[in-house]
Structures are given as C-alpha cells and as structure tokens.
C-alpha cells in the first residue's frame, strides 16, 4: 500500500510538543499542536492548511508566531481547531503586532478559529487585509466529536483533563484507494494526475456513470480514454483501511477519561503519547496532570494500537529516556493481551 500521508514529531522527545502530518499526493500538511517549530523549512509550513491545538500552554502555542510570520502575504486560510479560550489567545497574539500596513498586501491571509467548547461550537474569522480584526461568524450547538469531514477523511477529539479541558485527536483516513499496477499495464495507462480525480470520484461516492478522463502525461496531455466510473471502481482498484493517527498530549490519567481516549484511538497505526513521567513519579505527574510512560503504555496496549511514539519527556529525565520508553513498551505489552 502506498500511504497518503506521513508524519513525525517536530522536536526530540525532550522538545516542544508538535507533530507534522503531511499529504503526500496533495500540497497540504495539518499540525497537531504549536510548540517551537523552527525545525520544519518554509516550504513545509507553507503546506499547512489546519492547524489542532490541544491547549495554548506556552510549549504547545510558541509555534503560532513564526506560523504566522511564515504564513503573511500569501493567499491562504488557515484554520486552527482548538479548545475553549482558543479565539481570546489567537486574538491576544495578533493585537501584540501593529498592522497599519497590511491593507497594501496584494494577497491576503484569512485565519479561522474554531473553539470547540463543552456543548458548541464557534467559528471567528481575522483577515490580515483587515488587520486581523476578529469577526463572529457563527456559534452553534456541536453535534458530535467530528472537527473535520471530507470524503476521504475525518477528524475527531475528545476531552482530557489537564486541569483546564483540553483535547486529544485522531486523524482518520476512512479508506484507502489502491490502483492495481498491472490493470493498469494491460490496459496501457499511465499514471497522472488523473488518477487522483478518479479516486476523488470514488470518495466523492459519484455515480456509475461519472466519466473517468484518462490522459496521457504532460506535455503531451493526450486523451487516452473515457470510461465510466462503474467499470472501473472494483476493476482498477482495491480497498483496504485507511491510515489512523492519534495524538494524545498533557492529560491527567483518570479511569473515565483513559476510557474516551482509548475507544477513540482504538487500532491507530500510529499513536503519538506524551509520556512526562515515570510511574516511580506517578505523585507528580498526577499533580502535574500529566501521563506516566506506563499510563501512557496502557492506554496504547488497551486501544490495541500498532506503534505508539513517545514524547514530552520531562527534562528531570535527560539520558534515561531509554528507561521512559522500556516502561511504556512493558505496560503496553502486558495490556495488549488483555
Ligand atoms: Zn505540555
């Protein structure tokens, strides 16, 4: 299977929290959390379009500035999904810059914030041509736990407790599009871009009888062949389950909520967990609320998922992180059985 995506921590273990998740066949990129992200080059912050932030503690929001700073003068939206107080903080940041010039910029930035709030959810707009004032756009009633859906994929959180309630999140590709090499041999197509508006027809869910353009590579360009999506949807490919990325950060470990993470991140391929502490701290990670590296183990054991990466360690452990990672792997063996 050709993934769709890859994605890593920005930092080491010890660093500020933040993960890259990247769209391989697509130029966008999403973020989870906003710590330093001098780390990734321009090319790759300008690819991204959504931005999760778990809370606006300083290690998880510092990043927003050189996002910003990256971001000024192009034409794009960003969109940042956070939880309650996110509008007041991502205001608070940008009335600490004056704009008096920036109605001159040919191309505008638009940042849309969406609080995600106990019961609703609110929808506020800061346009940089309009000196990043901050409309309302709409508040509503939140329906569920989904941020973001698209035919190919969704988004969804649940709240963990960190004294304030934050929120984890889970990336979901809800399937995954494989072209059979060898159809496409036989029948003499070549790969292009094509392809990725004949699967988009497929997540789109578009009829039998949607027409598929194939085309011959640039520059020549050349129609090669105009079938219906009916003939080709079962012969031309196969399906498998998509890719599932979770990111669980800065929670206090208390059964009901160790309960909603899990069923959220259940079977993940990829989990990223911060694992602050070791269990011989488990009284300070409690006051800190944060997670031990075998809570950590636990919960990545019980959501039987396939690999977790660990991170948020704190500093007091610098050159034991091996002892951070062993405890973990222990406690997510003993659970996965279970
Ligand atoms: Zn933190």
New binding site residues.
Partial sequence: MRPNFKSRLVNGPFGD?AVYLEFLRERRAFLFDLGDLRPLSNRELLKVSHVFV??T?V??FIGFDHLLRISLGRQKELVVFGPPGITDNVEGKLKGYTWNLVHNYVESLIITVIEVGATTIKTTRFRCHRRFEREELHSCSRKDNTLLEEPALRVQFTFVN?LIPILAFCFEEKYHINVKKNELERRNWPPGPWLAEFKKAIYENQSDDWIVVVRSPKPDDKILAKVPLGELRHELVTYTPGQKISYV??MLFEPESAEKVIDMVSYSHLLYI?A?FLDEDKNLAKEKY?LTAAQAGYIAGRAKVHKFILF?FSPKYQGREKELISEARESYEKHLQK
């Fill in positions: 929290p778990s809370h503690h290690d998880h960190h950060t800065d911060e602050c944060h948020h």
